[in-house]
């Protein structure tokens, strides 16, 4: 079952500049090896990096967008939710995407099968970002937002 969430109408456009912009852009995590064999675990960084002042940084590719959108014509809002496929050519723990005037109820990335909880933080007027409890990538990434 889907519920839907409200979402302002500049969505569609940003969903589309970000679809038309290039590739979406993450932060590689860096992790020292740890003296043991254990596995390599990123964590979210103590600071969010800056947002992008012009241009989406490299890192993540857009592969589809799918959408779905509940349109009121007497409101000036309307709810939906994206997956965006991901290709990101090294792990990141943050991504920002185009975003402008949304409002996100709920975000998760999944990567290796696996799903995991992103963080939507606001980057200035043009931009979002989503912040992962721990590094995801390198390879396909799907994010969900609603």
Do not use: K
Not at 7 to 15: M, T
Not at 22 to 40: M, Q, R
Not at 61 to 74: D, E, G, I, K
């Amino acid at each position: 079952m889907r519920t839907s969430n409200r979402l302002p109408l500049p969505f569609l456009s940003a969903l589309l500049v970000a679809a038309c912009g290039g590739g979406s852009a993450g932060t590689p995590a860096s992790v020292p090896a740890p003296a043991t064999a254990l596995p390599e675990v990123a964590t979210v960084p103590a600071a969010t990096p800056a947002a992008p002042t012009l241009r989406l940084p490299a890192g993540a590719r857009p592969m589809r967008y799918s959408v779905a959108l509940t349109l009121t014509p007497t409101e000036d809002t309307f709810s939906g939710t994206v997956d965006i496929e991901l290709e990101l050519a090294a792990a990141t723990s943050f991504l920002w995407l185009n975003g402008i005037d949304l409002t996100v109820s709920e975000a998760t990335i999944t990567s290796g099968g696996q799903p995991a909880p992103a963080r939507a933080v606001a980057g200035g007027e043009n931009f979002l970002g989503f912040a992962f409890e721990q590094a995801v990538g390198p390879g396909a990434a799907t994010l969900h937002v609603s």
